[in-house]
């Protein structure tokens, strides 16, 4: 979510790597614990830097392994892109990531998730990681305004890509050691996700599709992008087409080129958004374009039916 303040700040709301490879990541976390305030971890495609104290009675040691597992599972799907240096710090009023930089460039990511609570932690994180990914700071317009006609789709990326990473690390943690931090949170990961996709508001009504919801709801969908509701019943109708196809997710790499992109009617902004896109990762977006009545200029389009979600 942004909660935007005209003439000041703006801020986005919210918060397949091995088992191996996430170990690997802890033992170089702990390697590193020391005197300073926060540690910092590189990744393939970047650096984490964590912030030691303000989670309550979180393990510093087991949140800074939760979060490299966050940012390895969602980063994998990006290989060309380089975030830099992401901090992640404890926020109060809700996860979100700041449209302004730290001093030195990096990005800043505020969790409100405290005390161990792995499945928050691992909520919030994917969701602010994905509007990096998607190119949230590239929505000002000439004025210095954000443009937010389009931000409910995003809001509805993010939260689709949150309950993705959640149900991925829930299936690679149920197979890992007896014991570990993994195997002892993974049906809380699960659980968690199974929560959010059953509860009522995300289901639509029986016998009406997403496109004719899409038509009912599109004009207070522009206009207050962050009814949350209405964004997660979106979000689910989304997932299966990245869970179908994890590789699809590097197409939101190609959403918010611009503010010219950003600022564009829906229609138009996802034709942008498929124009955009390499042509391996075209299809996503067509799917996409199909499931809220939009037909790609092309005429291409996916036809395959998707599975319900597992």
């Known amino acids: ?164 990473t959640l149900r991925s690390l829930a299936r690679q943690w149920s197979a890992a ?11 809380d990961l699960r659980a968690y996700a199974d929560y959010f996709l059953g509860e009522s508001h995300r289901q639509l009504p029986p016998g009406v599709s997403l496109a004719d919801w899409f038509r009912a709801h599109h004009a207070d969908l522009a206009s207050n992008p962050y009814h949350r509701q209405r964004n997660e019943l979106v979000a689910k109708a989304l997932l299966p087409y990245f869970e179908q196809n994890p590789d699809s997710w590097e197409a939101i790499a190609f959403l918010n080129t611009d503010s010219a992109h950003a600022a564009m009617v829906f229609e138009a902004y996802l034709e942008h958004w498929l124009q955009a896109c390499p042509v391996e990762r075209r299809e996503v977006v067509e799917r996409v374009m199909q499931v809220f009545g939009i037909r790609p200029e092309d005429g291409g389009g996916a036809q395959q039916s998707l599975d319900p979600l597992g």
């Open 177 to 187: 050691e007896a014991g570990s931090l993994q195997a002892r949170h993974a049906a």
């Open 1 to 164: 979510m942004i909660v935007r303040r005209r003439q000041r700040s703006a801020l986005v709301r919210l918060g397949r790597r091995s088992r191996r490879l996430a170990c690997v990541l802890a033992l170089i976390w702990c390697a590193g614990l020391g005197k300073v305030h926060a540690h910092e971890l590189t990744l393939t495609h970047g650096a984490l830097r964590v912030a030691t104290a303000g989670w309550g009675n979180t393990p510093a040691a087991e949140l800074k392994l939760v979060l490299a597992a966050v940012a390895a599972e969602f980063g994998r799907h990006f290989p060309g892109r380089d975030l830099g240096t992401v901090n992640v710090v404890p926020g109060e009023i809700g996860p979100m990531v700041l449209y302004e930089r730290a001093a030195d460039g990096a990005y800043v990511v505020k969790l409100s998730a405290r005390d161990g609570r792995w499945f928050q932690f691992v909520y919030q994180f994917a969701h602010e990681l994905c509007h990096i990914y998607s190119n949230f700071d590239r929505k000002r317009s000439a004025d210095g305004q954000i443009e937010t006609a389009n931000q409910w789709f995003e809001e509805s990326i993010c939260e689709a890509a949150a309950l993705y």
